[in-house]
């Protein structure tokens, strides 16, 4: 490594450190604080608010579909992508990404216009066979999947690249099922990766707004979830709640984090 | 015959990488695929443990057809250049990979590791993970391991290949005698003459995708097919329009043997107890000779100086079709 002289390192240090804080942690900080102004009452008031409670469980249950379907599909594709060769192969590679560089505004509008019950493009026929997608649960679990979905592809493919696949085949030749293969040798191994990708996942689905917001409808004790609630109280004059279910979702993305921080095997990076 | 190989073809796009190769592996024996990289010689073990498929031809092993079984049906060892641990697993654990798979008994998966552990000796490091041991170590884990399932044949993708000099010519004196002890038909791909000379029964030569030559090794040594296995197996230098080996060659200092061609020596270098001459003859051909440095100072060649050759009585001479590779 390059030799750098003490001044210059500190500056780093205090450019880095000064970076960081007066963009994340004062600003998330000033919310904690804000919550706990008037002691722990507001932060415990919104659990005995229905609204926040309904508002909290849709966002927990939607969170929970979309990281489901998105660890699913997201070992499912990443395999795609790293062990086969296919036509295609690169322009799906390029479409996981688009979430990451698109808004989420336009994913709720793009969905609107595919699934919508009035004007959509087979939203009509699917409101015929009784599935409500807009306006419901299904629409933003699909929103939600959307924009969370490069988080577990972009943890697990460069693990099961690093991997190579050696020992699959070891495995393979030693008799196991391509079943058993995937079970005992291929998930133990990106086994860090997937739960990583989870982890940002979940965090990133408890926090969805835009597109959340375009598909859902909106709708107060229904299809209000956490983050629309926040939007909503805050509108309302209704600070402390605003502050508090902010204060909760923060807590939660970053206990998640530390939590797998911790868990990890530091030899395992 | 216990691995048979019938006209298989495999393409890589454009590159052939086997061209209509047809051989047969015996049983019991430890067989070398020797051939330069690129030949095609990993390409038809990893055909031959169904890791990759042939475009066409047929493989059958102990004579049950197995050109459309998948690897795992075909109870074969496979045993990888880089080792291919199963890096989450203890060592005791990947060797009972296959037991486990197979639904053994614990019992007797428990019992069966301890053997194996032993017969590699690494019996001291059942508990510790791949990780923790030396690339040679690994290599015979992965031996035991491929072992476990009493394979048929055993098949090895350029087993040492990784493995620093001294390592690798330890591990392949101990390979020779864990054949002798184990008995498996076992095929082992290299590009080491001197590692296939040392260790195999038979060897099979490929270049380019064809099978250049199958014999023991005294055979390919002392009568190569062609120029490309003379000179594959050793240095080769050229007399009179015929292919030799360097120390093949008689060399005197007056025309005393019959048909002995004339020529100077034009660079004379010495390594160790050998003495390297380059004689560049009167036909204008460039000949390398070999011979002892106390048979150099004995009969006095310098350089400079003119010197008859003539191929000596029982060397391996074969005519040159090509120019060797």
Redesign the interface.
Known sequence: MVEVSTPVRWLLRAVAIGYVFFLVAWPVSLVAVRTFEDGTSTFLHIFSDEQTVAALQLTVMVALWAVIINLVFGVTISILLVRYQFPGKRVLSALIDLPLSVSPVVVGLALLLVYSGRTGWIGPSIEEAGWQVIYDSPGMIMATCFVALPLVIREVVPVLTE?GD??E?????????AR?TFL??TL??IKWAVIYGVVLSLARSLGEFGAVKIVSGNVTGRTQTATLIVEARYQNFEQGTAYAVAFLLAFISIACLIVVAFLRPSHES | MSIDVHHVTKRFGDFVALDDVTVSLPTGQLTALLGPSGGGKSTLLRIIAGLDTADSGTISIEGTDATRLPAQKRNVGFVFQHYAVFKHMTVAKNVAFGLEIRRRPKAEVVARVDELLKLVHLSQFAHRLPSQLSGGQRQRMALARALAVEPSVLLLDEPFGALDAKVRKELREWLRRLHDEVNVTTVFVTHDQEEALEVADEIVVINEGRVEQVGTPDQLYDEPANDFVMSFLGDVTSLGGSSLRPHDIEISTSPVLAGGVEGEVSRLLRIGFEVRANVLTIDGEEVTVVLTRAHARAIGVEEGSTVWLTPAVGAAVVPRMKAVV
Do not use: E, K, M, N
């Open positions: 991997i050696d020992q085949q070891a495995a393979r030749s030693l008799g196991a099922s058993q005992r040798i133990p191994s």
